[in-house]
């Protein structure tokens, strides 16, 4: 028989792992199922997770089987917790979560445009957070930071970043000498997309994509600044060979089209989920729908999910776009790319954060990596 290598074994830990932090408990029948693992090579994993206190054993749940009840897996909540931090226009946001993902507590901290400040910021804030409410349980297993830019997600290095003007800059290893602990630096949409895909809209899919439309204050009306994708393929986030997938230049800032104009009126019709379509918004649906329909020719995904600082609940404004994109997109058998609003909102980005913070403390490795191979090269 072939030896199982060490790869294929962390590969096979992360898998178990992942279920259990997506599902909640789970039996080990189902988890064999699930895994397509063999039972000798899942109660292997198993036995390692619990000696380590990973996971532990949390009641029994009735089976087909006349008399058997089978008993349930889960994540040790007890194992420690961490921290998110979605870093937003002013504000950061943050999310403490425990080893099972669930949420501890949530704050908000207010931030100019001086990044140089996020380590001592963040420490001051967990710090006071801590005093406050005294520690969870366990250990803090790690800090996720997910902000705009490019991101070197192996070095933890911010490569760009025009909002805040910084380039190349260290600020995983900054955050990580402040606070003592793992840090784990994304980009802010492929944060809220693993969120999204874990807790959110995209819970049911394996290929999507999150469209972020974000816009700006300009005069009396507001303008569409920029529009970017975060791209989750066959299960993973897909970043690029140089983390800048789905990255696009903003609109010049000397001319706008019509359709990026938007009133503030515009804004509380997007708002409102039973809202109408006005005809003012026809030009705004024919431009998302335009950019979207090619996109979706090029990577085929199930399903896209609206996301940015507009606010976009409006069901029939969203159904036009639907439409329009199905329409436009190459007829096949079967084919039809919904679309879907977020589910999270602003708390997206460092509900992401944590996740992935989380899941790369438990499995000692990145279940997200740059290429959407399985081979990865992080560690905790």
Same mark, same amino acid.
């Given at each position: 028989?072939?030896?199982?290598?060490?790869?294929?074994?962390?590969?096979?830990?992360?898998?178990?792992?992942?279920?259990?932090? $997506?599902?909640g408990?789970?039996?080990?029948?189902?988890?064999?199922?699930?895994?397509?693992?063999?039972n000798?090579?899942?109660?292997?994993?198993?036995?390692?997770?619990?000696?380590?206190?990973?996971?532990?054993?949390?009641?029994?749940?009735?089976?087909?089987?006349?008399?058997?009840?089978q008993?349930?897996?889960?994540?040790?909540?007890?194992?420690?917790?961490?921290?998110?931090?979605?870093?937003?226009?002013?504000?950061?946001?943050?999310?403490?979560?425990?080893?099972?993902?669930?949420?501890?507590?949530?704050?908000?901290?207010?931030?100019?445009?001086?990044?140089?400040?996020?380590?001592?910021?963040?420490?001051? $804030?967990?710090?006071?957070?801590?005093? $406050?409410?005294?520690?969870?349980?366990g250990?803090?297993?790690g800090?996720?930071?997910?902000?705009p830019?490019?991101i070197?997600?192996d070095?933890?290095i911010?490569?760009r970043?025009?909002?805040?003007?910084?380039s190349? &800059?260290?600020?995983?290893?900054?955050?990580?000498?402040?606070i003592?602990?793992a840090?784990?630096?994304?980009?802010d949409?492929?944060?809220?997309t693993?969120?999204?895909?874990?807790?959110?809209?995209a $819970?049911?899919?394996?290929?999507?994509?999150?469209?972020?439309i974000?816009?700006?204050?300009?005069?009396?009306?507001?303008?569409?600044?920029?529009f970017?994708?975060?791209? &989750?393929?066959?299960?993973?986030?897909?970043?690029?060979?140089?983390?800048?997938?789905?990255?696009?230049?903003?609109?010049?800032?000397?001319?706008?089209?019509?359709?990026?104009?938007?009133?503030?009126?515009?804004?509380?019709?997007?708002?409102?989920?039973?809202?109408?379509?006005?005809?003012?918004?026809?030009?705004?649906?024919?431009?998302?729908?335009?950019?979207?329909?090619?996109?979706?020719?090029?990577?085929?995904?199930q399903?896209?999910?609206?996301?940015?600082?507009?606010?976009?609940?409006?069901?029939?404004?969203?159904?036009?776009?639907?439409?329009?994109?199905?329409?436009?997109?190459?007829?096949?058998?079967?084919?039809y790319?919904?679309?879907r609003?977020?589910?999270?909102?602003?708390?997206?980005?460092?509900?992401?954060?944590?996740?992935a913070?989380?899941?790369?403390?438990?499995?000692?490795?990145?279940?997200?990596?740059?290429?959407?191979?399985?081979?990865?090269?992080?560690?905790?």
């Open positions: 028989m072939k030896p199982i290598s060490i790869t294929s074994m962390q590969n096979n830990r992360s898998a178990v792992l992942q279920l259990l932090h $997506r599902n408990a789970n039996s080990r029948q189902e988890l064999v199922e699930l895994t397509g693992l063999r000798s090579t899942l109660t292997s994993i198993i036995r390692d997770l619990i000696r380590s206190d990973v996971v532990r054993t949390t009641g029994k749940r009735e089976s087909n089987k006349v008399g058997k009840k008993e349930l897996l889960e994540i040790n909540p007890d194992l420690g917790w961490v921290v998110g931090a979605g870093v937003q226009e002013r504000v950061i946001s943050l999310i403490y979560m425990d080893a099972s993902g669930g949420v501890i507590d949530r704050d908000l901290l207010q931030f100019g445009r001086n990044a140089r400040l996020i380590p001592d910021l963040l420490k001051n $804030r967990i710090d006071a957070w801590i005093t $406050r409410h005294g520690g969870p349980p250990r803090l297993l800090v996720g930071i997910g902000m830019g490019v070197d997600t070095l933890n911010v490569l970043s025009t909002y805040y003007e910084i190349d &800059f260290p600020l995983g290893q900054m955050v990580s000498d402040a003592k602990t840090v784990n630096i994304e980009n949409a492929n944060c809220a693993l969120a999204e895909s874990r807790l959110g809209s $819970r049911d899919l394996d290929s999507f994509l999150m469209f972020v974000n816009v700006v204050e300009r005069n009396q009306d507001y303008v569409v600044r920029s970017g994708f975060s791209l &989750f393929l066959e299960g993973r986030l897909f970043r690029g060979p140089h983390f800048a997938a789905g990255e696009i230049n903003p609109p010049a800032d000397v001319a706008h089209e019509p359709s990026d104009v938007i009133t503030e009126e515009d804004l509380i019709v997007l708002a409102k989920p039973d809202g109408e379509l006005p005809e003012s918004l026809n030009p705004f649906v024919m431009r998302i729908a335009d950019t979207l329909s090619e996109v979706v020719d090029l990577l085929d995904p399903a896209i999910v609206l996301a940015g600082n507009l606010s976009l609940r409006n069901t029939k404004v969203i159904d036009a776009i639907e439409a329009e994109v199905n329409q436009r997109i190459v007829s096949l058998h079967n084919r790319v919904s679309i609003p977020t589910a999270l909102m602003d708390q997206g980005i460092c509900t992401g954060a944590a996740l913070s989380l899941e790369k403390a438990l499995t000692g490795r990145d279940l997200v990596s740059p290429n959407g191979s399985d081979e990865t090269t992080g560690t905790s």
